[in-house]
């Protein structure tokens, strides 16, 4: 059972810059994929960004493609996502998740995930 708890999050001006953190207790963090994702108020979760388990290949959804990245250090047991040039559509609670996918290709879909950690709630004022 991996158990992952994000952090970071909060209130920023649209323009703005964060950086969240999901810390995993897993000790083969190593081998898992590794993704971010967000759910608005009224909306869908969807995919934000993903990491293959070495760190070699990322994935990202077009409305952050250029503003987001997403960075490991399996040392650490830990995944990051920055986010620079907020925007108040960024506004959601951002979930952090794991997946056994032992190829570069980093997985986009939810189903791909098998845990999850709590969530971190973001906000992007304009």
């Known amino acids: 059972q991996v158990q992952l708890v994000e952090s970071g999050g909060g209130l920023v001006q649209a323009g703005g810059s964060l950086r969240l953190s999901c810390a995993a207790s897993?000790?083969?963090?190593?081998?898992?994929?590794m993704g971010w994702f967000r759910q608005a108020p009224g909306k869908e979760r969807e995919f934000v960004a993903a990491?293959?388990?070495?760190?070699?290949?990322?994935d990202y959804a077009n409305s952050v493609k250029g503003r987001f990245t997403i960075s490991r250090d399996n040392a650490k047991n830990t995944v990051y996502l920055q986010m620079n040039s907020l925007k108040p559509e960024d506004t959601a609670v951002y979930y952090c998740?794991?997946?056994?996918?032992?190829?570069?290709?980093?997985?986009?879909?939810?189903?791909?995930?098998?845990?999850w950690g709590q969530g971190t709630q973001v906000t992007v004022s304009s």
């Open positions: 998740a794991a997946g056994q996918h032992p190829v570069e290709r980093p997985p986009i879909l939810i189903i791909e995930y098998d845990y």
């Open positions: 990491i293959s388990w070495s760190g070699g290949s990322t």
């Open positions: 897993e000790r083969t963090f190593s081998r898992y994929a």
